[in-house]
């Protein structure tokens, strides 16, 4: 299954992205940033 986590930086949005992931799922998050920032070492 395919999920779309919208505030996945959030408390909740990084628990269940991770959850789903462990779970075998694909997920695809989405965040809000005041400034631009470099997402390369990003790991949910």
């Known amino acids: 299954m395919t999920t ?3 505030g996945g930086s ?3 949005g990084v628990k269940l992205t991770r959850q789903a992931r462990a ?3 694909t997920t695809a998050a989405t965040y809000y940033a005041t ?3 470099d997402t390369s070492q990003t790991v949910w």
């Open 10 to 12: 959030g408390f909740l």
């Open 4 to 6: 779309l986590s919208i």
């Open 35 to 37: 400034e631009p920032h």
């Open 23 to 25: 779970a075998g799922h």
